[in-house]
């Protein structure tokens, strides 16, 4: 075995004076960076990753992680991520794998849209004196209301209406399965989820007995696998969403090696410990939009009718007409994954390269449905790629109904987006399954930063409403003339709908 | 038992009307004059007896856990869709995509199959699903297998096409298939190993052949005389070296 020719990302170092042999960056690390030599701490800085756990777990600030001076030679075109993944392949002759979304510099357009706020002509409202609503329901809503009169003469609702999600904040925690999570990490999410009001999603991985209290608050999904899909697990939750594509990986599908599968998850999943959790690139029932009404209606008729049906997608370039597709074939919301968003584990080249960012993605859709009279019969739910609630704010101006949070989420567990998931070292206990690594996310301690996060960015939001002038979601829903643009050509000015600052 | 009369009525109804007779407690239920309807026993549970008479349509038993049906005529495609537990028994040929992602119970079919038959079956502690098909297969059969079993029988078919399509057990990482008849390499999967059956194979295949042929009137002496060929997973991780970490 020769040594790798791909030099190391980074440089972790310890400061020998400082350094008191506690060996805590030895326990701490989950990549086996430190071991112990005797008299010093020893460092294979090869498998560094900057997840910075040790740096903040060393009771003195003596380490240090650096970015490697001694990269490859400065070059615009051949960078290091060329180079050192070219190598890396010519080493293993694999695929080289990531995790979390592309950190590439693709323009994000959330960063080129500004919004509106009134001044002198239209009252701005100050949210903390005036009622602010943030509710929002997501599911079909009917195109006509029809009224009669009830016994005591009042005027009732005749309309029967279709299931619907109740959410206290327009914010959803994006599906992340017991797998490529760990099982605290979920829990940490439900709690969260139930306390503000909101939903988590189980992904693919079915879900576990210690999830099971929190289904109010719980979507749960089908996909190619069928991971853990029985008639209890449909009837569990609020809603049933058909996983098709993920923003990170369009059109490829989801591969937890056996070694990943313990006990606990094979039974969660159902299947036996230690085989492959495949899930196909396309479900093989789904050939067009006429199968996928069949399975949106198979899993109507398995839950009586009684929830909402939703198909998460990844963007892609014809996002607009499936879409369409998906809403005639019956589906309650439609959630779409911009290419941007994350993952537990993607092929690099896949993840950096296909699909389109959410931005346009919502603009099509939106302008889609809109111009066919059916925008009423689907919610849409916006992801990959929300970093703040002036993303989110950004997000339903340009036409979604919610938006899911999947990256921000895991920050406040202590991700710090090194994007090595798919390793399943997290040192920080969220996308591992190693028992001495996941009893270090404390689901108590960690949900209630994650609803401090949430109440936070609710509050921003009305905020935002505030200076807008209006006092309800509803109101800035699609409302694209409270954007405008800043540096954008006007080709995708046109596509988002927004006028440019200025006009 | 409850008859009800499926002429003309909407899948939706008609599905109701068999939930609301399930849930009132009736244990056998006969269908007639079916004609296309879709998801029939979709999602249903309970030990109740259901027999149809006529084609029903798509996505019978589409993630059912419990109950029989007994379909005297063909039926379509993605019967036994997820499905957990409980029987279904086509007296003639069925579709496509039968018992894709099925974890448990039974599907025994008279006649043949079409293409991508037992998609993703699984196993599960106890829960071992399992398809029988009486007549031929298309491509793809057993696909993606990750447990559960698949027996191709090629009782009466004609010379005109082949016992089973391409593709056959492309994916498979768990699971087997028993094959009545020759079985060519060059038409499975790469991950696909092919082995003659010892002895406690052919008490396994007797076990399951002697419920099916309890179905369809049929001797499995008969049937054993011929020999099978038994395909199982090279590996349970067939995929383990395509990354780079």
């Given amino acids: 075995m020769f040594k790798s020719l791909a030099v190391p990302e980074f440089l972790a170092k310890i400061d020998p004076v400082k350094c008191i042999r506690c060996k805590r960056c030895i326990q701490n690390c989950g990549w086996s960076v430190y071991s112990w030599g005797g008299d010093k701490v020893l460092i294979d800085t090869f498998k560094c990753v900057k997840c910075l756990r040790c740096y903040h777990y060393c009771p003195e600030e003596a380490i240090t992680i650096e970015d490697n001076p001694v990269i490859y030679r400065n070059n615009a075109n051949w960078g290091y991520n060329h180079i050192r993944n070219i190598k890396r392949q010519a080493e293993t002759g694999g695929i080289p794998l990531t995790g979390m979304g592309s950190d590439l510099p693709y323009p994000i357009l959330f960063d080129h849209l500004l919004i509106d706020a009134c001044q002198v002509t239209n009252p701005s409202i100050d949210p903390l004196r005036e009622p602010m609503e943030l509710r929002t329901y997501l599911g079909k809503k009917p195109a006509r209301l029809e009224f009669d009169k009830g016994p005591d003469g009042k005027l009732r609702l005749k309309t029967k209406m279709p299931p619907q999600i109740k959410l206290e904040m327009p914010f959803i925690f994006a599906p992340m399965s017991y797998g490529s999570i760990s099982l605290n990490a979920q829990k940490t999410i439900a709690m969260a989820a139930k306390e503000l009001g909101i939903v988590m999603n189980t992904g693919e991985g079915g879900l576990h007995e210690e999830i099971y209290p929190y289904r109010s608050n719980v979507i749960v999904q089908v996909a190619s696998g069928r991971f853990g899909v029985n008639p209890d697990y449909l009837n569990a939750g609020v809603a049933v969403e058909i996983k098709i594509g993920q923003g990170a990986k369009p059109g490829i599908g989801g591969h937890l090696p056996g070694e990943k599968i313990p006990l606990d998850i094979a039974k969660t999943r159902m299947i036996p410990v230690g085989t492959d959790a495949l899930s196909p690139a396309p479900q093989h029932d789904i050939y067009s939009i006429e199968d996928l009404r069949q399975l949106i209606y198979a899993l109507k008729e398995a839950t009586n009718y009684t929830k909402p049906v939703s198909v998460k997608i990844a963007a892609v370039h014809n996002v607009a007409a499936i879409a369409s597709g998906i809403v005639r074939a019956g589906a309650d919301i439609v959630y779409i994954d911009g290419f941007r968003g994350g993952t537990g584990a993607a092929p690099v080249i896949i993840r950096d390269h296909l699909g389109i960012p959410i931005e346009h993605a919502i603009a099509a859709v939106d302008d889609r449905l809109r111009q066919e009279g059916i925008r009423n019969e689907a919610s849409i739910i916006a992801a990959g790629g929300i970093r703040s609630s002036a993303d989110a704010a950004k997000a339903i101006a340009l036409g979604a109904d919610a938006v899911a949070l999947g990256t921000s989420a895991l920050i406040t567990m202590g991700c710090t987006v090194c994007g090595k998931c798919y390793t399943g070292n997290c040192s920080w206990g969220i996308t591992t399954q190693r028992p001495e690594l996941t009893v270090r996310l404390d689901p108590e301690v960690y949900a209630e930063r994650l609803i401090n996060l949430i109440h936070a960015w609710s509050h921003e939001l009305k905020e935002i409403l505030g200076a807008l002038g209006v006092n309800a979601i509803e109101s800035l829903r699609g409302s694209r003339e409270r954007l405008r643009g800043v540096g954008l050509d006007s080709q995708t000015l046109d596509i988002l709908g927004v006028k440019p600052a200025g006009r | ?245």
Avoid: W
């Fill in chain 2, 1 to 245: 038992m409850l008859t009800i009369d499926a002429k003309g009525i909407y899948y939706r109804d008609l599905n109701n009307k068999v939930r609301e007779a399930v849930a009132k407690g009736e244990k056998e239920i006969f269908l007639k004059n079916i004609n296309g309807q879709y998801y029939i026993g979709d999602g249903l549970r309970g030990d109740v007896k259901i027999t149809i008479e006529g084609v029903p349509g798509n996505d019978l038993a589409a993630f059912m856990d419990g109950p029989t049906i007994i379909i005297k005529n063909n039926a379509q495609d993605n019967i036994a869709n997820t499905m957990n537990s409980g029987k279904v028994i086509v007296h003639g040929d069925a579709g496509d995509v039968l018992g894709y992602g099925m974890r448990g119970g039974k599907l025994h079919i008279r006649g043949n199959v079409g293409y991508r038959v037992g998609i993703h079956m699984k196993g599960y502690k106890k829960q071992n699903p399992i398809i029988i098909a009486g007549g031929k297969a298309g491509d793809f059969f057993g696909e993606y297998m990750a447990g559960g079993v698949l027996i191709l029988l090629g009782l009466d078919g004609d010379n005109k096409r082949p016992l089973v399509g391409d593709y056959l057990g492309t994916g498979m990482h768990g699971g087997v298939i028993f094959i009545r008849g020759d079985v060519d390499k060059k038409g499975c999967g790469a991950e696909v190993g092919i082995t003659d059956l010892n002895e406690e194979d052919k008490k396994f295949l007797k076990e399951h052949l002697e419920d099916y042929c309890k179905d369809f009137n049929l001797k499995t002496e008969d049937i054993m005389k011929s020999g099978f060929k038994k395909l199982t997973p090279a590996s349970l991780r067939p995929y383990g070296n395509l990354y780079a970490y």
